[in-house]
């Protein structure tokens, strides 16, 4: 059965921490790992990641893929109150996604 | 600025009503899909559709059912309402060959 793993499930850090958060993954026919951001309504889109070793940045964040050990990670460097949100990772296969149950982040001020 | 509506927002209704839930997109994407999500839990698919007149069964079993005769609107419709049905709602679309979707605003459904 494909999934989409993701941990750990909830955390809580201090403006200014830096974050990683982990996605393993287990599909047939993988595509590609997708990374999304969730704060009260619909998520946004943060990442797509479809070659191993090459690092995608964004400001503060950034994500690699490791598709030998089927596993993604994300960074969050200098957090701030308002990265705190649902991170959702998920896989395409096909054309249809698998989303994991989401890694949700408070950050303190 | 979103291009993919979903109304309404909120919904509040009794058991046994009929129920259609609106998603519309502006983008010309081809491929339109449903999610279903519980609070903490994640998204599961219960529909999705390629293309006008195509529409096909997602992972999760759903007693809903979806429409697709134009390309920009897919609605999904609950004949019967149950408190089970109780959850939400995310309605997406993409470009064929486009894995980055982009997300409706999500309708949440609580069914007494």
């Known amino acids: 059965e494909d999934k989409v793993v993701q941990s750990p499930l909830s955390l809580v850090v201090h403006e200014g921490d830096t974050v990683t958060l982990n996605c393993s993954y287990e599909v047939t026919n993988f595509r590609s790992l997708l990374w999304y951001k969730q704060e009260k309504k619909a998520p946004t889109f943060l990442f797509m990641l479809t070659s191993s070793g090459i690092e995608k940045k964004s400001g503060r964040l950034s994500s690699i893929l490791d598709k030998k050990e089927l596993f993604s990670i994300l960074n969050i460097t200098a957090t701030q109150t308002g990265d705190s949100a649902v991170y959702l990772c998920a896989v395409t296969y096909g054309n249809k996604l698998v989303f994991g149950a989401g890694t949700i982040l408070r950050v303190k001020s | 600025e979103a291009d993919i509506y979903q109304t309404p927002r909120y919904l509040v209704i009794g058991t046994g009503k009929k129920i259609t839930l609106e998603c519309s997109q502006t983008m010309g994407h081809d491929k339109m899909y449903w999610y279903q999500q519980d609070p903490g839990m994640e998204l599961h698919l219960i529909h999705y559709s390629y293309g006008v007149n195509s529409t096909e069964k997602g992972d999760l079993s759903s007693e809903s059912t979806v429409s697709r005769i134009r390309t920009e609107h897919f609605p999904l419709t609950l004949e019967s309402a149950r408190p089970s049905h109780t959850s939400q709602y995310l309605c997406?679309?993409?470009?064929?060959?486009?894995?980055?979707?982009?997300f409706g605003s999500g309708t949440r459904l609580t069914v007494v």
């Open positions: 997406a679309s993409s470009f064929r060959g486009n894995y980055g979707y982009t």
